[in-house]
């Protein structure tokens, strides 16, 4: 192609951009022009448009069905956490709270394994052996820090002195983690729910069930013990 005929198609196209209502005042352009498919053939513009909005309307049309079923587990999952809620709300002790909740998520939330770090020992403590107490000091702890000032749940992979530091042993199957931080910038500790599916928990994946879990949890451990309450009535 010589640099003149090419220096003309660009004067054309960048005319056909600047007027897009040419082909409007001049239908017998638009109906002599051919666009090739990739097998070869020659359809019509017009072919070619209607084939790209059917294109783009079958991609809206996955999207929405994928919207809509993302709304309907959400919708799901909040009934879920309001009925733990619900039932969290009037146990006495914090181990029977902690155990209750750790059941629940590993039974009825697709959970594979759970741990929860907690900063204060005697919370950690009454709250049994289900729930582990973490120095603020201590530096494998320390290195979550960039997680949980973000105020929200993160979802993915962590390296594999995080998941190492989570799990244990049992770090070399969790595929997929969701990290919570506790109370404010995980000024209580933290919560970690993994998963043997790399594709349980992912980056980008709504968290707002998460979340709301963590604050209702953060409540829990901020709030005044039964007995003081009942003291104090």
């Known amino acids: 192609m010589s640099e003149d005929k090419t220096s003309l198609e660009d004067v054309v196209a960048d005319y056909l951009r600047n007027n897009p209502r040419f082909l409007d005042r001049h239908p017998d352009v638009l109906e002599a022009l051919e666009v090739n498919h990739r097998i070869g053939t020659a359809s019509s513009l017009i072919e070619r448009q209607v084939g790209q909005l059917r294109s783009e309307k079958q991609q809206l049309e996955k999207r929405l069905a994928r919207l809509t079923s993302v709304a309907a587990e959400n919708e799901e999952l909040i009934r879920r956490l309001q009925r733990l809620t619900l039932e969290l709300v009037p146990i006495d002790t914090s181990q029977a709270f902690f155990t209750h909740l750790g059941n629940t998520l590993l039974n009825d939330f697709d959970a594979d394994i759970l741990q929860i770090c907690l900063l204060d020992a005697k919370l950690a403590d009454e709250a049994g052996e289900d729930v582990r107490h973490v120095e603020p000091d201590n530096p494998e702890f320390e290195a979550f820090s960039p997680l949980l000032q973000?105020?929200?749940a993160t979802c993915g992979r962590l390296n594999e002195a995080k998941m190492e530091f989570?799990?244990?042993?049992?770090?070399?199957?969790?595929?997929?983690?969701?990290?919570?931080?506790?109370?404010?910038?995980?000024?209580?500790?933290?919560?970690?729910?993994g998963s043997s599916d790399q594709n349980r928990f992912y980056p980008g994946m709504g968290t707002l069930f998460l979340d709301l879990l963590a604050e209702v949890i953060s409540a829990r451990l901020t709030a005044d013990p039964p007995e003081e309450q009942r003291r104090s009535a």
């Open 166 to 193: 989570l799990f244990g042993s049992k770090s070399r199957w969790v595929q997929s983690i969701a990290l919570m931080p506790l109370g404010e910038e995980g000024s209580l500790g933290l919560m970690a729910i």
């Open 150 to 152: 973000k105020a929200e």
